[in-house]
């Protein structure tokens, strides 16, 4: 089961970044006018949409066409908010937590005779 729900979650991350990419590869963009889509509101309107069809709002194949633009369109409008000042980058670095013994260095036999 587990595997499963592995599986689903990759499928629907790869539904999300496929239709992201569709929304944002028009024939006007280029590198300079690229725009960043927020995942999340992405996701957001893809559940909405998959919800609607799933309450019997059914797609004919006619209308499958104009319905995937309408929400490649919507889609193309969750946008990332305009940051006021640029983040810099930050180095990562792993935080040490506090250890019960102190790091172990020398010998074992001078550690040994050092106990009472």
Do not use: Y
């Not at 629907?12 to 995942?39: D, E, K, M, Y």
């Not at 998959?50 to 709002?57: D, I, N, S, T, V």
């Amino acid at each position: 089961m587990a595997r499963k729900e592995i599986h689903a979650g990759g499928l629907a991350f790869n539904l999300v970044r496929a239709l992201q990419w569709g929304a944002g590869a028009r024939p006007a963009a280029t590198a300079t006018t690229a725009v960043a889509l927020s995942f999340n509101d992405a996701r957001r309107v893809i559940l909405e949409r998959l919800k609607e069809w799933g309450r019997g709002q059914t797609v004919r194949s006619r209308k499958a066409q104009r319905w995937v633009r309408e929400l490649l369109s919507e889609v193309r409008l969750c946008e990332l908010p305009k940051r006021k000042k640029p983040r810099p980058g930050q180095i990562r670095k792993i935080r040490r937590h506090p250890q019960k013994f102190p790091t172990f260095t020398g010998s074992r036999a001078a550690a040994n005779a050092q106990l009472p």
